[in-house]
């Protein structure tokens, strides 16, 4: 029996995901475990997820997964390098592989980019790139270039992340063997293709009310669940913007060499959210990481959170073939006892974040309080 893990937000969970599901159990036979580390709430583009991870977690069981655990917003808010990195740092513990998709779909040429990328020789090139004022991904390319090393596998972003998982793996010194399926269509696209729909594009329909129902496996079509979208919630981010002292904004997650600064002044003189951002953006900082910066404000998540590690994973959803997994995944100390208090301030960080998570919903604000009333969803 092998273990294979998967690193996802599923949002939604669709028609790819559940090819994901077939591929690995073709390649390891019926008895392998597939177990999933999805993002909660919030997911790594600094939005709330459209469905509540309960459900997201539910769909997921429903379509063939075993064991359904939330990633730590410590991760699943981070940069693609600190989203993976926490994903294999937890699932090394008890996974035999972990599966993810890549535009690629080669190990031998990811592991080579991810040695790349962790050579002695990368980070004084990196350095030297940032210096010109490039952003991020524009200087690692260019270091890359300079080392010789075929840069175009980081253009594509399920290949971009891969080589993140890729190097954690290498990093980390995992147990963990890579497992990458070559990603069929455009990530990004915003027109669902019938064999290969994106999540963008999913979203995108449910949010303006279309017909999305035959991109999704019917196990997880939820049409009667809230709907939670960044509009919703924009004049409640908009309070907390407006409201934070200096030394909040200084704290922020993202701020360095006076982006926290920048991002202040936008808000405090700015109308939307739009604004703020577009006031805020330069070439040197992507967009992605400007909207986690927003979000982690809005949220009230500091530097010093993002940087904490997580003291617990939670348990989200449950099959049958999951819970000798889950027994031998409690040895590591990684989970608290179910239905138990666990004193610890993550604990208080997880209610904050589920309660304002309430505010985007799409119909009307849901109540807080709701981390006490979820319960793990169990399969027979």
């Given at each position: 029996m092998k273990i294979i893990g998967i690193i996802c937000e599923y949002n939604p969970f669709h028609l790819g995901h559940k090819k994901q599901f077939d591929r690995i159990r073709e390649t390891f036979g019926d008895d392998s475990v597939i177990v999933c580390l999805m993002s909660g709430n919030f997911v790594q583009r600094g939005m709330p997820a459209i469905f509540d991870k309960s459900l997201r977690a539910q769909a997921a069981i429903n379509c063939g997964a075993d064991l359904v655990l939330e990633l730590p917003v410590n991760y699943a808010l981070s940069s693609a390098e600190g989203f993976a990195t926490g994903g294999v740092?937890?699932?090394?513990?008890?996974?035999?592989?972990?599966?993810?998709?890549?535009?690629?779909?080669?190990?031998?040429?990811?592991?080579?980019?991810?040695?790349?990328?962790?050579?002695?020789?990368?980070?004084?090139?990196?350095?030297?790139?940032?210096?010109s004022g490039c952003s991020y991904p524009s200087a690692r390319q260019q270091a890359l270039e300079k080392m010789g090393t075929n840069a175009c596998l980081l253009e594509k972003p399920n290949d971009i992340l891969a080589v993140e998982y890729c190097k954690a793996i290498l990093a980390q010194d995992s147990p963990m063997n890579p497992f990458p399926i070559r990603r069929e269509g455009c990530y990004h696209d915003n027109s669902p293709d019938a064999e290969n729909p994106s999540a963008t594009s999913i979203r995108e329909l449910i949010a303006a009310d279309k017909a999305?129902?035959?991109?999704?496996?019917?196990?997880?079509?939820?049409?009667?669940?809230?709907?939670?979208?960044?509009?919703?919630?924009?004049?409640?981010?908009?309070?907390?913007?407006?409201?934070?002292?200096?030394?909040?904004?200084?704290?922020?997650?993202?701020?360095?060499?006076?982006?926290?600064?920048?991002?202040?002044?936008?808000?405090?003189?700015?109308?939307?959210?739009?604004?703020?951002?577009?006031?805020?953006?330069?070439?040197?900082?992507?967009?992605?990481?400007?909207?986690?910066?927003?979000?982690?404000?809005?949220?009230?998540?500091?530097?010093?959170?993002?940087?904490?590690?997580?003291?617990?994973?939670?348990?989200?959803?449950?099959?049958?073939?999951?819970?000798p997994v889950l027994k031998r995944a409690r040895e590591t100390g990684l989970f608290p006892h179910i239905g138990e208090k666990t004193g610890h301030e993550y604990e208080k960080l997880e209610q904050r974040l589920d309660d304002l998570y309430g505010l985007f919903c799409v119909s009307s604000p849901s109540p807080a309080g709701q981390t006490e009333k979820r319960r793990i969803y169990l399969t027979k």
């Open positions: 740092r937890i699932l090394s513990h008890f996974c035999d592989y972990l599966c993810f998709g890549s535009e690629t779909g080669d190990t031998d040429t990811l592991l080579s980019t991810a040695r790349a990328l962790l050579s002695p020789e990368f980070s004084p090139l990196l350095r030297q790139e940032l210096e999305w129902e035959n991109y999704v496996p019917a196990e997880a079509v939820l049409n009667d669940a809230p709907l939670h979208t960044l509009a919703a919630g924009e004049r409640a981010m908009l309070a907390k913007l407006r409201t934070m002292s200096d030394a909040e904004f200084e704290a922020l997650p993202y701020g360095s060499e006076g982006l926290w600064r920048k991002l202040m002044h936008a808000c405090r003189e700015s109308a939307t959210l739009e604004d703020i951002l577009t006031a805020t953006k330069s070439k040197r900082y992507t967009r992605a990481r400007l909207d986690r910066m927003v979000m982690c404000a809005y949220l009230g998540i500091t530097k010093q959170n993002l940087e904490s590690s997580p003291p617990y994973v939670r348990v989200l959803g449950l099959g049958q073939k999951g819970i």
